[in-house]
C-alpha cells in the first residue's frame, strides 16, 4: 500500500490547541518520520493511545486491534500471562503507520521484544523519570552517568529525549534472556547508579519513598510493557516527539524540546542516531555480571 494514497479524514480539526496543530499536521508528521520510524516500530507488539477529538478529549491506550482494520495491515495474536491472546497491531511500513495517525493514533508504545522471539528482549531500558522540580541540567547530569553505568557493563547506550519530562537511555542486547532476567539486568544498573548518587536517585517504586529525587523506573522491561517510540507524537500542550539524539547533543537537549516542525527541519539535515543500533547488541548476561563487580 502506497502511503500517499491514504487521504487524511477531517485535516483541520484542532488535535493541539496550545500549539496550534491539526490532525493533517499530525498525519503529516508521521508521513514525514516514516521512513527513520517504522524501522523502530517493525516487528514489535504496538500500543496506540487514541484521541479522536484531540488531546483535551476522551482517550483510550489501545491494545487490541479493531477489526475493521484493512486486510494489508499486519495483525498478530500476542500470548498474554493472565488472559486470552490480543491481537495487536504491528506497524512493518509506511503506510500503516499513517493508516494509524489518520484514525486518531497519537502515540505508538512499543514491546521491547519482536514477535520472531516475544520472550527475549532485544533492548533493556532506564526512564529517568523526574519530579517536577528537577532541573534539565541535572537531567543532562543523571542520563550522562547512565551511560558511564551501562558502558561499564560493556552496554552500548543511547539516548532518547521522550518528549515528555525525561530522557531514556535504551541498550541492544543479544536476545538470549528472558523479560524477567533483563529487568534484573536494568534493575541492578538502576541499583549502582542509586548508590553512586543517593541525593539525586532513587529505585524506590511507591512516589512517597521517593522525596525529592529522580526515580530511575526499569519496569518497562517487563513482559507485556512498552515505552514511547521513537518519532511518536506526544499528547502534551507542547507537542514534544520521542527524539533519539546523540550524546554531543544532549548538553543543549530539552526533554521535550522538539515539535513536529523542529523534527522535520533535523530529519533534512540529519540521520537518525539510533539507526544500525542492533549492531551494537552485547550479552545481557555479561553485563549482569559486570554490574555485580561494580
Known amino acids: 500500500m502506497d502511503p500517499d494514497e491514504i487521504t487524511t479524514s477531517n485535516p483541520g480539526k484542532i488535535y493541539f490547541p496550545d500549539a496550534g496543530l491539526t490532525k493533517g499536521d499530525v498525519v503529516g508528521h508521521y508521513r514525514t518520520v516514516a521512513e527513520v520510524m517504522v524501522p523502530h516500530l517493525r516487528g514489535r507488539p504496538l ?4 484521541y479522536p477529538n484531540g488531546i483535551d478529549g476522551q ?58 522471539d516475544l520472550e527475549h528482549p532485544d533492548l ?19 542520563a550522562r552517568l547512565v551511560k558511564k553505568v551501562y558502558e561499564a557493563a560493556g552496554l552500548t547506550a543511547y539516548l532518547q529525549a521522550t518528549g515528555g519530562r ?10 538470549s534472556q528472558t ?14 547508579l542509586a548508590r553512586l548518587d543517593p541525593d539525586r536517585l532513587t529505585t524506590a517504586v511507591r ?3 521517593r522525596g525529592d529525587r529522580v526515580y530511575l523506573d526499569v519496569l518497562r522491561n ?14 502534551r500542550p507542547s507537542a514534544g516527539v520521542a527524539t533519539p539524539i546523540g550524546w554531543p ?20 539535515r540529519k540521520e537518525d542516531p539510533w539507526a544500525g543500533m542492533a549492531e551494537h547488541a552485547a550479552s545481557p548476561v555479561k553485563a549482569l555480571e559486570l554490574l555485580k563487580k561494580l
Open 179 to 192: 523479560y524477567d532476567e533483563v529487568r534484573d539486568l536494568a534493575k541492578a544498573a538502576a541499583e549502582v
Open 222 to 235: 517487563g513482559y507485556t510493557s512498552t515505552f514511547v517510540a521513537p518519532y511518536s507524537l506526544r499528547a
Open 249 to 268: 547533543e544532549l548538553g543543549k537537549a530539552e526533554p521535550d524540546g522538539w515539535t513536529p516542525k523542529r523534527i522535520k527541519e533535523r530529519l533534512a
Open 166 to 175: 525525561g530522557f531514556h537511555v535504551v541498550a541492544p542486547i543479544e536476545p
Open 124 to 142: 533493556v531500558l532506564i526512564d529517568i523519570d523526574p519530579p517536577e522540580h528537577v532541573t534539565v541540567a541535572d537531567l543532562r547530569d543523571i
Open 207 to 209: 512516589k512517597a519513598q
Open 59 to 116: 482517550t483510550w491506550y489501545q491494545k487490541e486491534a479493531s477489526p475493521k482494520l484493512p486486510s494489508w495491515i499486519r495483525v498478530e495474536p500476542i500470548p498474554q500471562r493472565t488472559t486470552s491472546d490480543v491481537r495487536h497491531v504491528l506497524c512493518d511500513d509506511p503506510a500503516t503507520l499513517v493508516y494509524l495517525a489518520n484514525q486518531a493514533a497519537i502515540e505508538f508504545h512499543i514491546w521491547s521484544s519482536t514477535v520472531d
Open 47 to 50: 500500543t496506540l493511545r487514541r
